[in-house]
């Protein structure tokens, strides 16, 4: 009886955290799809004349604060699925059309991937362990995490452009 209990015990433990892995895996996913639909409202407010704009001379432009985040999505989201990152090095930053047309397609591209490969991974992988720049150790879904920190970051400091530009900042769009 003791025996069937722990056996009980163990099965009831492991059911529970799959759940609870795969709740996870389903929030992360519901979140990069809000983040998708935050940053486009982004794309959207900033008139096509602000693409190009940069607050001073050394700073990343608009479109280039968009397209730098997108490539690191398309590079973390590649290294933590095992695979061939789809874009050169760097191809949406370097890209020569950053027309508010085009980048909003590639900044939209990059969230599709993400959720992509983030619905394609079990959540069993997602708690594999990656080591990121040959020194960061850390688990899949927390590289996941930094990645989606790396995003709103960079969306962030778009939101000063916006202001400087004159153009309606969206609200905030935390759940």
């Not at 059911?15 to 795969?22: E, G, K, R, V």
């Not at 409202?41 to 900033?46: C, F, P, R, V």
């Not at 508010?100 to 993400?114: C, N």
Request: glycine share 4%; aromatic share 12%; charged share 20%.
């Amino acid at each position: 009886m003791k025996k069937t209990l722990h056996v009980f015990y163990l099965i009831l433990f492991i059911l529970i955290t799959n759940y609870s892995q795969a709740q996870n895996k389903q929030q992360m996913v519901q979140d990069w799809e809000r983040a998708k639909a935050y940053t486009k409202e982004y794309l959207d407010a900033m008139p096509e004349n602000g693409y190009g704009f940069r607050p001073s001379p050394e700073m990343k432009s608009f479109a280039e604060q968009m397209l730098h985040f997108t490539d690191a999505n398309y590079e973390l989201a590649s290294l933590a699925a095992g695979v061939k990152n789809p874009l050169p090095d760097g191809a949406a930053f370097k890209s020569a059309d950053q027309s508010k047309a085009a980048t909003t397609q590639m900044v939209l591209a990059g969230y599709d991937y993400v959720i992509h490969i983030l619905q394609t991974m079990t959540p069993e992988q997602l708690q594999d362990s990656i080591t990121l720049f040959g020194k960061y150790e850390m688990t899949k879904q927390t590289l996941f995490y930094k990645l989606f920190e790396h995003q709103t970051h960079h969306r962030g400091q778009t939101t000063v452009y916006l202001h400087l530009m004159h153009a309606t900042v969206p609200e905030q769009k935390l759940f």
